[in-house]
């Protein structure tokens, strides 16, 4: 069983599941623990699952205008709970605190190997986003 609470993580918590799950990768390696603590100091929606005993299984971020839209920055389960719904539940949540289906649409940029969890929630490849990066992206992986 889990459960799903709205909380702040701290950075180093954050920064422990991440090496649990396969979002470790996602994070350029600049400044990497500095802007995870901006990170989750301030984003919108901030919800974790945790098991029965406490332990941090899935983390679900969100930027959102609660009128409109939901950008979700960051959707991970840890490896050993996938496949439990967590991650489904994790986004049913978010859409709901953000406004709800009929009023917020959901946007997100996935990884190729979460295209089909994301197929299965019913989202779409969109080609109708815009791009502004100019940040030096040194990829690494949270170990």
């Known amino acids: 069983m889990f459960r799903i609470i709205s909380e ?6 954050y920064i422990g599941f991440l090496k649990r799950t396969d979002l470790g990768s ?9 802007r995870i603590a901006r990170l989750v100091n301030t984003v919108s ?14 983390v679900l971020f969100g930027l959102t205008d609660f009128a409109y839209w ?16 967590i991650g489904r539940k994790l986004m049913q949540t978010a859409h709901e605190m953000a406004g ?14 979460a295209v089909p969890f994301y197929e299965k929630l019913g ?5 109708d986003v815009m791009k ?12």
């Open 45 to 58: 929606i901030s919800l974790t699952a945790r098991n029965d005993d406490g332990l941090l299984i899935g």
């Open 123 to 127: 989202m779409k490849k969109a080609d």
């Open 8 to 13: 702040r993580l701290t950075a180093e918590e």
């Open 100 to 113: 709800g289906e009929k009023d917020i649409a959901v946007y997100l940029v996935a990884n190729e190997n």
């Open 132 to 143: 502004y990066n100019h940040i030096e992206w040194t990829e690494f992986t949270v170990e």
């Open 26 to 34: 996602q994070y350029p390696l600049k400044r990497f623990e500095e």
């Open 70 to 85: 939901l950008y979700v920055t960051d959707l991970g389960v840890d490896r050993r709970y996938e496949r439990q719904g």
